[in-house]
């Protein structure tokens, strides 16, 4: 039988047996398939960069020492006469102005540099010098020149050398030669660190939650207890020039491995921290002494003021940095810096500005409230001085009101203080009966016994620092200590009218203890309805408004600690961080005191030793302590309550 096949078949058939039918090659050489001399790796590999709408430079820009420092600058391509965003990090500027490997500039950088992005800004970031790819010595928080820094250079110079290259058009011939600062953390110091001697093209300035005092309030210390959250970061940070690992802390619960090894000098000798000189340094400076008053950086801006227009921006419940920004703030307004100097605080965790602001923990604010200081307060500010774009207006402090959900903006603040403010500061007392209330109760004494082998915890066990909660614990209801025998609630009845706080509260505590030493932590809370049918779980919710620690040797003196005379009323005053709440209508105001805040701050032995870096586990004791109500000695929290109708210091 003949079959027929139809044309594609047969041109199918015909390849087929193309295929089937064996390739005529060269034999292959052994050369062609043996690795390159060298290795796979070339010296230099650069993919191709034509598709990029921006550049991307690395520069060593020297100082005035000859020490050079590593610089990123990112341009848009075909941008001309455009102003500069510069950034100053120890946290290696390659990877800060890197989100993504992108050909588009809005995608590689950061999500807050995006505004900046859109407006044809040039962005810079530099790495502080000994970090990462810059020359020269790292110290942490490099003082200003003079006795605590006896070299001629630090972070003014740096940023002044730095600026006055950029705006070079040789160097940068983009520019159209004004500068802005901006930055968070370690980045707001160096920010502020420029503003004492500003570079002429430095036009605008943005410290974000900057590191202005690490024994009064920031980072290392608050009113001398010392901050173990933050301990392993010196081991990452100065124990390698870049990233570097930090020492394991042990089990999960860092409860257990922080209260088992003792101190925090026992925790340093285990991890190494011996060989870190700045470890050495603090430990060698537990009060506040020259080491530390020299380097606070309020101080140094009131007495060197500049004209540059700033920002201070500051979180709410900033669990790193809440005390710099106000502070410096504050210490330029009663210069009379006020016309150049604005501050705004926000619904924040630290650093929550350079993220998305929707939220803290189960808190929704009223949009994006990052976003909204991003683009409706920084970028107008740096638009108009740096572009000579539209007038810029800004009230002397923007505040966000954490109980009503929205901003406020004030054209005078703060509200309430101890002198000097529209109204006087306002004492709740502590009641008998675990009562709260503006009329003192009759004398008396509340009782708990503090035992440095079970502190308070700063959060629901199991504690540990990688677990997701550190950005948002200064949120957390507080419902998980009201109850213990070693913490004292104090509660109003239920609020018929609503109450308005705004200012600093004032922590007024008399008390004796057994011991010669002692922690006293104070929490101003808003005790939500017991019930809330929107949302079930938020029934009776403890939200801490303000709450901070106080070393009790310090009582006298913070340079000069003295031991707590056993079984004496003394009294412990400290300011509280700032707020500017609402307490509503069917809410009650609450006062938590208790002696620990652990791990979050080291434990106080309650006896009293030279220096409780190196306290040993014997030292540790517990103690009774009595909180004194009513009479001579009346315990209080000095609330800034206000009118609630504030209208009329309100931005229209």
């Known amino acids: 039988m003949k079959i027929l096949l139809a044309p594609a078949a047969a041109a199918m058939a015909v390849a087929g047996l193309a295929v089937s039918a064996p390739a005529q090659q060269a034999p292959t050489k052994s050369a062609d398939v043996a690795p390159p001399v060298g290795g796979d790796i070339p010296a230099k590999f650069t993919p ?47 990877s800060r102005a890197k989100r993504t490997t992108s050909s588009s500039m809005l995608s590689t950088l950061p999500l807050a540099d995006e505004m900046f992005v859109r407006g044809g800004y040039i962005r810079v970031y530099q790495d502080i010098r000994g970090k990462y790819g810059s020359e020269g010595e790292y110290v942490v928080t490099r003082p200003v020149i003079g006795p605590l820094n006896k070299t001629k250079v630090d972070h003014v110079t740096d940023a002044y050398d730095t600026i006055d290259w950029l705006v070079n058009k040789a160097n940068l011939p983009e520019s159209n030669g004004r500068v802005g600062m901006i930055g968070s953390s370690y980045e707001g110091f160096t920010v502020a660190m420029a503003l004492l001697n500003p570079h002429p093209a430095l036009k605008v300035a943005v410290p974000e939650s900057p590191m202005i005092d690490g024994w009064m309030g920031d980072d290392w210390f608050h009113y001398g207890a010392f901050r173990l959250a933050n301990i392993a970061w010196l081991g990452g940070q100065t124990g390698y020039k ?51 008053q020299g380097q606070a950086l309020d101080r140094l801006l009131a007495a060197n003021p500049s004209n540059v227009p700033t920002i201070w921006e500051q979180g709410l419940w900033d ?49 994006d409230t990052a976003e909204q200081f991003r683009e409706e307060m920084v970028l107008p500010m740096f638009d108009h001085y740096l572009k000579d774009g539209p007038a810029f207006t800004l009230p002397a402090a923007t505040i966000y009101n954490t109980g ?11 509200l309430a203080c101890e002198k000097g403010c529209p ?50 614990w200064l949120v957390s209801d507080q419902r998980g200590v009201d109850g213990r025998p070693d913490v004292i609630t104090y509660e109003t009845p239920v609020l018929t009218q609503a109450v308005r706080v705004s200012g600093a509260p004032i922590a007024d505590i008399y008390a004796k203890t057994t ?46 600690p003295t031991a707590i005379p ?87």
């Open 48 to 94: 191709p960069s034509t598709a990029n709408d921006y550049t991307r430079r690395e520069v060593m820009i020297p100082m005035r020492d000859g020490t050079k420092l590593f610089t990123v600058i990112v341009v848009a391509k075909n941008v001309q006469n455009a102003p500069i965003v510069l950034t100053r990090t120890p946290y290696d500027a390659g």
């Open 566 to 652: 056993a079984g004496k009323v003394q009294r412990y005053k400290f300011r509280l961080p700032t707020v500017n709440h609402v307490f509503k209508p069917g809410h009650r105001i609450m006062v938590q005191v208790q002696s620990s805040l652990f791990p979050l701050y080291d434990r106080n032995p309650q006896k009293f030793v030279p220096n409780i870096f190196l306290a040993k586990k014997t030292d540790y004791t517990k103690a009774t302590v009595t909180i004194e109500r009513g009479g001579a000695n009346a315990s209080a929290v000095w609330l800034p309550v206000v009118p609630v109708d504030q209208s009329a210091v309100m931005a229209k």
């Open 515 to 560: 011991g010669t030493d002692g922690d006293f932590v104070v929490k101003v809370i808003d005790v939500y309805p017991d019930e809330n049918a929107t949302d079930p779980k938020m029934g009776g919710y403890q939200l801490p408004i303000s709450l901070d620690i106080f070393r009790g040797r310090y009582r006298d003196s913070f340079a000069r």
């Open 242 to 292: 870049a990233k570097g690992s930090v020492p394991p802390t042990g089990g999960y619960d860092d409860y257990d491995n922080f209260r088992e090894i003792g101190s925090a000098g026992a925790w340093a000798d285990k991890s190494g921290y011996s060989q870190l000189p700045y470890w050495q340094r603090m430990v060698s400076h537990p009060a506040y002494d020259e080491f530390w």
């Open 423 to 472: 109204s006087p500061l306002k004492p709740i007392y502590l009641q008998s009966a675990g009562g709260l209330g503006f009329d003192p109760s009759g004398a008396g004494g509340d009782s708990y016994v503090s035992d440095p082998a079970k502190p308070v915890p700063h959060l629901p066990r199991p504690v540990n620092f990688n677990d997701g909660r550190w950005g948002d």
């Open 319 to 367: 669990q790193e940095d809440m005390y710099g920004a106000i502070t410096a703030w504050e210490a330029l307004a009663a210069k009379g810096k006020t016309g150049n100097n604005f501050l705004v605080m926000g619904p924040w965790r630290h650093s929550q500005i350079n993220r998305e602001g929707r939220s803290l923990g189960p808190f929704q604010w009223r949009g």
């Open 404 to 414: 009503e959900n929205h901003w406020d903006r004030f054209t005078q603040w703060p």
